[in-house]
């Protein structure tokens, strides 16, 4: 079988990222089109997002689109379809997709509630291209109010919601209902109302015909107060839908034998690893660096564990470890990376910023990469440490949990493991999985064992893309 299936996000690889969200709506058009499944992507058009796509046409307009005139571009980019949603009153502004710098656009939750109303309006009667979705998969709660819009209009085209992080909820005030163009019924707790106010990702979990998550850990994890902010009843209830189904990489952009940014290296000769760690040490100006040298490269936040670091690294970096770090984040985050830099000159190199290109020599250079998040749907970074040879060191949580087989002594002794987990998500944790990391290290045959094991594992899109085809499937049938 086969079909079509419109899907709708804030962020897309190549075109716009802030974080994993856009590498996985990038990489689903091609991993499903070998299914039969043709994706077209609908994201808006913000500044320097049409530039990307070459030759556009218009395919669709509207004088009102929530307060303004708006326009559906259809172009490409990197083999697959885009549909650029060109309204200047809402995406022509300065800054990220979601803030100028001096906190989140106030409008907001209308600005993504457009997007998903064209959506739903896409499903209705076509894109104006001649092309009409089977399916509608919305992700996260920018997507939201798409399966809702479905629902209050009548529209018989079934709809998927991934939940790629449910600590963004799109609240909104109960006085901008109207204004979201839901109808009053709407308002209700089998609705869009939630404690009160307004909320995109509660409209789309209750609206969707089936829910999806980035790992299957976290599909447990969001039924749990700890992990659903609010939202475990809800989600709870829907259970015989929801599914999580792990995210991959992108094998021809992280494969570290092709990969231009780096001195190429396979698991067999890993001898070009050294070469990538030299320049690593060497472009972050650090001194020798006798011990493992660690990597981050993350969003600097409090999800991202980020306040763990300099406790946990202490006993690390005195016995030998390096560390090099790249992200950018909340401004108490970025200022503990500067002081712990600073603390240790020559064995903390720091970058504040986003560099894609830094972050491929990062992962063939790094020994270990640290990913001590507090809550992890699905995580990237640990599978691009496993596919470079950057051993992961993770917490026991999501899918970090689901990815990274965990070093004890049952699991070096069967070859399995390929890399430290620990738990509890807290600085003693962290510095007793780092202390485990140093040991491993000192044994050079199991730790080249444990590198190549990791750079062997199944990362890329094959299974998950057929459970995803599965699911079409399922609810073209119905
Ligand atoms: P999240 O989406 O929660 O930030 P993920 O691990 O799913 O976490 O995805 C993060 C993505 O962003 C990865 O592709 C990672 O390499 C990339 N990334 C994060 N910070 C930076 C940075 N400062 N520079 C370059 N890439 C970054
Ligand atoms: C979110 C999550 C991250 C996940 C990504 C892609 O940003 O925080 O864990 O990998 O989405 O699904």
Not at 6 to 26: I, M, Q, R, Y
């Amino acid at each position: 079988m086969g079909g079509r299936v419109l899907s709708v996000a804030s962020e897309c690889v190549p075109l716009v990222k802030t974080g994993g969200l856009a590498d996985v709506v990038g990489a689903l058009p091609g991993a499903l089109a070998p299914r039969g499944w043709q994706m077209r992507v609908l994201i808006p058009a913000y500044p320097g997002v049409v530039a990307q796509l070459g030759a556009v046409r218009e395919v669709w307009a509207a004088d009102d689109l929530f307060g303004g005139p708006a326009r559906l571009l259809l172009g490409r980019v990197a083999g697959f379809e885009v549909l650029a949603l060109a309204a200047e009153h809402l995406f022509a502004r300065l800054g990220g997709p979601y803030s100028d710098g001096s906190g989140d656009f106030r409008d907001n939750p209308e600005r993504f509630a457009a997007l998903s109303w064209v959506a739903a309006e896409i499903a209705r009667a076509g894109d104006g291209d001649g092309w009409r979705p089977d399916i509608v998969h919305a992700h996260d709660w920018q997507g939201g109010f798409a399966p809702a819009y479905l629902r209050y209009r009548g529209v018989g085209v079934p709809s998927v919601l991934t939940v790629h992080n449910i600590a963004f909820q799109g609240i909104a005030g109960p006085e901008r209902l109207a204004a979201l163009r839901l109808p009053p019924e709407a308002f209700s707790p089998e609705g869009v109302e939630y404690w009160g106010n307004i909320s995109a990702l509660k409209a789309g979990l209750v609206a969707a015909d089936a829910i999806t998550t980035v790992s299957p850990r976290y599909a447990d994890e969001l039924m749990r107060p700890e992990f659903g902010l609010g939202l475990e009843g809800v989600i709870s209830a829907r259970a015989g839908v929801v599914q999580g189904i792990l995210n991959g990489i992108d094998d021809a952009v992280w494969n570290p034998e092709s990969d231009p940014e780096i001195v190429p290296y396979a698991a067999r000769a890993l001898a070009g690893k050294a070469q990538n760690r030299a320049r690593l040490v060497a472009e972050f100006g650090l001194g020798e660096v006798a011990g493992p040298l660690a990597i981050l490269v993350s969003r600097l936040t409090h999800q991202k564990g980020i306040d763990l670091v300099p406790e946990a690294v202490a006993a690390f970096l005195a016995a030998g470890g390096g560390l090099c770090i790249l992200g950018a984040g909340e401004p108490w985050a970025e200022d503990a990376m500067r002081a712990l830099a600073a603390r240790h000159p020559g064995q903390v190199g720091l970058r504040i910023g986003y560099d894609e290109g830094l972050s491929h020599r990062m992962f063939a250079g790094g020994d270990a990469v640290l990913v001590p998040s507090r809550f992890e749907p699905c995580g990237l970074t640990q599978m691009m440490g496993l596919r470079y040879g950057a051993v992961p060191v993770v917490a026991a949580v999501g899918g970090l949990a689901d990815t990274v087989i965990g070093a004890s002594p049952a699991s070096l002794a069967a070859a399995a493991a390929t890399g430290v987990v620990f738990h509890p998500v807290d600085a003693l944790a962290f510095a007793q999985g780092l202390r485990k990391l140093s040991s491993i290290y000192a044994d050079r045959a199991a730790w080249g064992a444990m590198q190549r094991r990791g750079m062997k594992a199944d990362l890329g899109w094959g299974t998950s893309a057929a459970r995803y085809a599965a699911l079409y499937e399922g609810l073209v049938r119905g």
